[in-house]
C-alpha cells in the first residue's frame, strides 16, 4: 500500500465534467491496481473504476461506464479519473486506492486496506 493524496473535485452542473487526479508525491503507481471508490452521505462506500498495474486494464461499475474514463499519466506517476456527462446521483466523495480488483462486475479494495486519504467532494447540482 502506499499512502495517495486526490484532487480535482468541485462543484459542476449536470451533464458537466470533471477530471480528478490521484498521486503519491512523485512515486511511480505503475505497479500498483489503482482504485477509485466513492461515498456519498448516508451510503455505502462503492466502487467506482480500477486500472490493472500490469496491463494498465480498466474496470468500470456499471453506473458510470461511458461516462467515467481511467488512466495514467506518461511518467506514471498520477492516475486519472475523468468523469463525463456527470449527474446529481454522482455527488459524493471521492478516494483513489494503491489496490482494487474486479468480479462479477463489483470494484472492490481488499478488507485489510488501511490507507484511505481525505478524498476529493465531488458535487453535481444546479
Known amino acids: 500500500q502506499v499512502q495517495l493524496v486526490e484532487s480535482g473535485g468541485g462543484l459542476v452542473q449536470p451533464g458537466g465534467s470533471l477530471r480528478l487526479s490521484c498521486a503519491a508525491s512523485?512515486?511511480?503507481?505503475?505497479?500498483?491496481?489503482i482504485g477509485w471508490f466513492r461515498q456519498a452521505p448516508g451510503k455505502e462506500r462503492e466502487g467506482v473504476s480500477c486500472i490493472t498495474g500490469t496491463h494498465d486494464t480498466t474496470y468500470y461499475a456499471d453506473s458510470v461506464t461511458g461516462r467515467f474514463t481511467t488512466s495514467r499519466d506518461n511518467s506514471k506517476t498520477e492516475v486519472y479519473l475523468q468523469m463525463n456527462n456527470l449527474k446529481p446521483e454522482d455527488t459524493a466523495v471521492y478516494y483513489c486506492?494503491?489496490?482494487?480488483?474486479?468480479?462479477?462486475?463489483?470494484?472492490?479494495?481488499?478488507?485489510?486496506?488501511?490507507?484511505w486519504g481525505q478524498g476529493t467532494q465531488v458535487t453535481v447540482s444546479s
Open positions: 512523485g512515486r511511480a503507481l505503475d505497479a500498483y491496481d
Open positions: 486506492t494503491s489496490d482494487c480488483a474486479h468480479a462479477l462486475g463489483v470494484i472492490y479494495v481488499s478488507n485489510s486496506y488501511d490507507t
